[in-house]
Every structure is written in C-alpha cells, then in structure tokens.
C-alpha cells in the first residue's frame, strides 16, 4: 500500500469543499444544514462531499495509506467540519476514528490493514462500547464472547452505538472472562458485511435532542460467530487499550466542540450587530458585550487547553491520562456554558427552528449531545481524581516547565505514537509548573501576572487539599470534596495551557495573539469560576477584545487560535 | 485599610454570575478589595521548596516486609484493618477497584523506588501474587 498518503489535504482545503456557510443556496450552508437537522438526517450533501474529499483517511494512519499524522490535525479537521455541522462530524463520522484508536493501539499489522481498507474505500465501522445498563462503567460490561473449538460466538447487546446500522465492521467491547477484573474484557473486530446477518439484529435506531440526524442505534448478537483471530491485542486486554486510546479521543472531541461553539457565537454577534434595541444596536448594550467577550475568551480557552492536550499526546505522552481528562471534563463544560449565555442575548431567536439564527438552537443542542457521545463529565474527573495526590506530592510548584513544542502552535508533531501513551501519569505534570515557574511569570504585563500569583496560591492550596485526601476519595464514588479537586486542577491546567499558549507563540504573526489582553481575560474567566471575585474586565481589555471578534465576524476569520479563513460566496 | 471602593466596579460579567462554581471551597477566603492594585512581588516561589520526593529504597525488602506493607496499603484503602485482608484473597473481590489498584501502582513506585507496570494489581491480583512479583522484581534490580 502506499505509504507516502498524501497529507497535503489541509482544513483550509475542506473550509472550501463546505462553501459559504451563510449562501442560502450553497447545499452545504446552514439552511440545508438546519433542513437536514428538521428531517432528522445527516445531511447527503455533505456525506457526499466528505466521501469525495476521502475524509475517512483522516482517521487511518499514514503508514496504512491514510492521512492521520498528528492528532492536533485531527482536531482540527474535526473543527473545521463541526463549525458547519456537527451532525455531520460525528454522523460521517467521528466513531470510525473512535472504533480505529482502539485498532491503531493495540491490533496487529493484518488487522490493521483490513480496518484501513474498509475506512479509505469509504466504508465505517463502528464504536461498540456502550451498553445502557452500565454506562461508561466498562468493566461492568455484559456482551459476551466465548470460545467453542476454533471460533469465537458473540452473544449480548450494546446500545446507543453511532452508525452501528450502516457500519461494514464494529470494534466490539466483549467479555471474555468472569467477574469485575480489568483482565475479563477483550476487545473484538467484528467483520458485519460478511458475517452471518440473520446471528444480529441491527434495525434500531435511538432518537436524540441533539444531533438529531445521528443514527445512533444498537445490535443483538445471536451466537454471532467470528473467527479466532477476532481479538484485537491479547485476550483480557481491553481495558489497557482503552487507557490509552481515548486518551486521543479525549483530546479531540473537545478541540472540536471549539468549531461549534465558533458558530454560536458567530450567530450571536451577527444577531448583536444587526437588531437594534433602545435605540441602539445590541452589541452596544454593556451586558451583551460582556456576553459576547465572555464567550470569544470561554473558546480562547478552551482552545488552549484542547490544543495542549492534543500536543501533549506527542510531546509529553507519559502525562497525558491526566491532562485529557482534563480537557474532556472542562472545555465541554465551559463552552456548553457559555452557549447558555449567548441564548439570552438572542432571546426569542434563541430558540426559533428557522430563520437568520435558526442554526443556533440546533447547534445549542448538539454541543452538549457531542460531550455524552463519549467518556462523560464525570468519569474524567474520576479518572483525574486518584492521580492527583501522586501529581501533588511529585510536581506541582516544584516540576521543571514543559518544552515550548507543547505550545509552539507551528512546531510540527510528527505521527502519534498510540504505545507511547501511559495508563498514569506516575505524578508528573509539567504543565502547571508554567504557573510556578518564575521565568514565566517576569515577561508578563501586571494584569495578568497577577492574576497568575492568584492562580498559583490555589495551585498550593490544592496541593495541601489533594496530600490530605483520603483513599476513600479517590474513586468515583468520591463525595463532592473529592469532584472539587478534579474541577479545581482542571481550571489550573486550562491556565497553564492559555499562559504557555501566549509565551510560546510570541514569534506569531498575529499581533492579537501576541498581546495579552486575551491572555488577562481568559485567566480572569478562570479564577473567576475557582470563585475569586474579580469583578469586571478592565474596560480597555474588553474593548480591544471585542473590537477582535468584531474584526473577525467582518473578515470571515474563525474565533479560534488559528483564525482560519472562512469560505464566502 | 480598606481601599478605595472604585478599585473595583460593580459591574459583573453577567453570565460568570449566573453559573456560580459548583465546588466552592466553603473555606475560601474572599480576595482583598484591592486586588486590581496589589504588588506583584513576583518572588522566586521555588526556591521556598525543597524537594522531599524519598529516592531512598529499602535494600532490605523481604517477602515478609513487602506483605506486611502491601496489606497495610490495602487495608488503608479500604479503611478495614489489616487483618481482615486475607493475603490470598483476589483484590478487586474485596473491593480494591481499577481506581484503587492504579493507585497502588503510584503507591509501590514510591516505596520501593521500581517502575511497575500500571496493569500490576491486575495481573497480580491478590496480595501474596503482588508481594512475589514485587520482591522478585527488588531482587532482579
């Protein structure tokens, strides 16, 4: 197979294939995007066109023929198309990628192989974890695999799958031991075009409130047969694969949530310039300023951190267990949030079905829906919750800095690297030491180093709190105590990454991301919600940022770090 | 003193207001009326700190003692006491969870100063297969 996969494919590329969001006649616009979204459909336009563009080689590995580099890039694609649809992310869809983590981790060369056939000949496979009684709890997981001479019948349900119905394949989360241990679960690569159709029942669909056009749906496995080899890594080891590639999945869903919270707030900015009330414009009232720099420094954010954890995967792979559930806990979190706040400055638009500003009710359903799609809330605070002590005792304010390719946002990353990536992070955390570290601290304007000295006071407070966290606290049946610390370092971790995001980017070319007045607001935002009362935003900081978003929606550039160039008719 | 009140507006962002931190600290102080205006000493914090981090490791580690730990570490966990830890037991029966047994992990690197895989407690899961797969690994060091 080809194994020189043309990478030249770049978001800009696929910005162009989706046209002028706003073009009522483009079939990739948002009035066919919210169209698609009444009729409960994944819009065929743009499944054609991603089908053409071979968006699937996204999800394959390079060394397999497909495009998959660094998972920052995948990210990216991932926002490019949620900034359009998210229904059309995760529906083309993002579980192929999901089902190919666990493939890329821990499946041998021929297995690897078959999966990369069916993505890049345009086929899907599916992510087959869930099952309704058990959550995210996987070892609690019932859908059994038992060998019989030398094949492997499958028999059980999962539910609430993405594309299970139309999938070729399914990566399959099976038993195949006894009892709650983490060595009694396999994972299985389950071929669905060849194998016996009348062993499962595929014909159901599950309805949602958000990303409506998803066919999400579930399979019941009858004696379903598969043959030995079906095992992806060693028998008993599901759970080792699963640590380690949803770490990637965990980096990407939130950089991408970014995309969808970019047209919210866009839609809410067009909808401040355009009405008018009181006699002046809505974005001339105070309050919905506030709103609306408040949302642009929520995405700033949370751009920071998902980027950081998406370079972090390559960079600093022995810490990432940490610093991704980091990420998928707060950014969805903060962003759903802000959707909030945006909703009352549109008011009645807010939830309207049609219309100028009809796309953003259907994106303030989806933005949420995309978070339960994997690895919930709080199963990432439980994830970060028993390391915590160990990261206290052996980094905070006292862990060397983390090399500037963590931030360089045009440093290159190379191919992700799934065996690099450990189940702990044996206590190390080099990002918060960007707040600890004094070096940091002397290159910035007083506003923020300020509000840096603040941050870091609570980084030594939950230092204290998490070395004096009992044993009992660390699980997921921790008590609220325990969820706060989790809350609390992921708003510090976000910090961190906005503060090495501002000082390793200082060779930019863009003069706003060299300023600090994002820098000031973000953190602001921050320890604002770690329940310090700062009041407002000095005003000349919010006007520079507002005149930013202002300049942004004018020139059709996204809200994001990179503000890419967005496609006009 | 209490600073001037137009240090700091009235003014709050209005959607912060509306989503007030779920996990306050019921403990946390408020921060000074003054905040916009305090010094910066930006002060060299990490020379306060020493690092405590033991890199000290027992070369004396006999079965008996890694069993005797193990059992106290398991038995903390679990708040029981140590004996009521049968040593050939399987872990995650009496209740030692995915969670706790990575913690474990964290818990024997730090005692033993060994890097054990983060998948120890599973492949080894009682407390006599833990203790012989740890002094065998202190031995072969």
Redesign the interface.
């Known amino acids: 197979m080809n194994t020189t996969a043309d990478t030249s494919c770049t978001t800009a590329d696929l910005e162009q294939v989706l046209g002028d969001a706003h073009d009522r006649d483009n079939p990739l616009g948002f009035r066919a995007v919210l169209e698609a979204d009444e009729r409960g459909e994944i819009l065929p336009e743009g499944e054609k066109a991603l089908g053409s563009f071979g968006f699937n080689a996204e999800f394959v590995p390079r060394r397999l023929g497909g495009r998959l580099v660094d998972i920052e890039r995948l990210m990216l694609m991932m926002r490019t198309l949620s900034r359009r649809d998210p229904t059309l992310a995760l529906g083309y869809g993002f579980t192929s990628y999901i089902s190919g983590s666990a493939m890329w981790t821990s499946g041998n060369e021929n297995q690897q192989r078959r999966m990369a056939d069916i993505l890049l000949g345009g086929g899907k496979t599916a992510a087959g974890y869930n099952e309704l009684a058990h959550g995210n709890d996987f ?1 609690r997981t019932d859908l059994a695999a038992t060998t019989h001479g030398d094949r492997i019948l499958i028999n059980g349900r999962k539910q609430i799958v993405n594309n299970f119905g139309r999938a070729d394949a399914v990566v399959l989360l099976a038993r195949t031991g006894e ?5 009694s679960h396999s994972h299985l690569f389950v071929d669905l075009v060849d194998g016996p159709a009348d062993r499962v029942d595929r014909d159901v669909r599950y309805p949602t409130v958000g990303l409506r056009g998803c066919l999400i749906g579930g399979a019941e496995f009858t004696d379903y047969p598969v043959p030995a080899d079906a095992p992806i890594g060693p028998v008993g080891g599901a ?2 694969t699963v ?1 380690r590639a949803f770490q990637t999945t965990r980096a990407v869903l939130p950089g991408m949530m970014v995309g969808t919270s970019d047209t919210l707030l866009r839609t809410v900015t067009r909808f401040a310039l355009d009405r008018k009330l009181y006699g002046r414009r809505v974005a001339a009232l ?2 919905a300023r ?2 609306l720099v ?2 642009f420094l929520d995405l700033l954010a949370g751009d920071c951190l998902s980027t950081v954890a998406c370079r972090a995967l390559h960079v600093l792979p022995g810490q990432t267990s940490v610093l991704t559930a980091a990420n998928k806990y707060l950014v969805p979190k903060v962003l759903h ?2 959707s ?2 945006l909703g ?1 400055v549109l008011g009645a638009n807010s939830y309207l079905r049609d219309g100028t500003y009809g796309i953003f009710q259907k994106f303030a359903r989806d933005l949420p829906a995309i978070t339960f799609a994997h690895a919930n809330a709080s199963v990432c605070q ?1 994830t970060m ?3 915590l002590p ?1 990261l206290a ?2 980094s905070w ?2 862990a060397p800095r983390p090399p500037k390719d963590l931030f360089e946002l045009d440093a290159p990353l190379g191919d992700i690297d799934y065996g690099a990536l ?3 992070s ?2 190390a955390d080099h990002l918060t030491a960007m707040l ?3 070096g940091t ?2 290159q910035l304007p ?2 923020a ?2 509000l840096v ?2 941050l ?1 006071t609570d980084l030594a ?1 939950l230092r204290e709190r998490c070395l004096a966290l009992p ?2 606290e ?3 049946v921790a008590g ?1 105590a325990g ?2 610390l989790a ?2 370092y992921a708003q510090l971790a976000m910090a961190a990454s906005c503060l090495g995001i501002w000082q390793h980017n200082q060779h930019s070319d863009d003069a706003f991301l060299r300023e600090a007045d994002w820098l000031t607001g973000a953190l602001h ?1 921050i320890a ?11 005003d000349s900081t919010e006007q520079r940022l507002f005149d930013e978003l202002i300049f942004r929606e004018k020139n059709h550039e996204g809200f994001d770090l990179g503000r890419p160039q967005l496609s006009l008719a | 003193m209490r600073a001037s009140t137009s240090a700091v507006r009235s003014y709050r962002s209005p959607d912060v207001k509306a989503y007030p931190n779920p996990y306050p600290y019921p403990d946390q102080k408020p921060l000074p009326t003054n905040f916009h205006t305090l010094h910066i000493s930006r002060s060299l914090l990490m020379s306060d700190l020493t690092t405590d981090i033991s890199t000290d490791v027992s070369t004396a580690a006999t079965v008996e003692t890694v069993r005797t730990w193990l059992t106290e570490r398991v038995a903390y966990f679990l708040d029981v006491t140590p004996q009521d830890i049968a040593h050939d037991g399987l872990l995650v029966e009496i209740g030692l969870d995915s969670v706790y047994a990575l913690t474990l992990c964290g818990d024997v690197e730090d005692e033993y100063g060994i890097l054990v895989e983060a998948t120890l407690a599973w492949d080894h899961p009682t407390i006599d297969a833990l203790t012989a797969h740890i002094h065998s690994e202190l031995g072969a060091r």
């Open positions: 070892t009892g709650p241990g983490n060595r759970m080792e640590l105070p309050h506030a709103t408040g949302a949030r802000s909030h706040a009352t439980a919750l028993p390391q160990r005792a052996t304010l006292r450990e189940l702990t044996r206590g600890s570290h004094p601290r002397a007083d506003a180093a300020r000295e603040l870091l407070d044993p009992s660390h699980s997921v609220r969820f706060a809350d609390r935002r604002a919600r770690l329940g310090h009362d700062l009041g407002a935003l000095p």
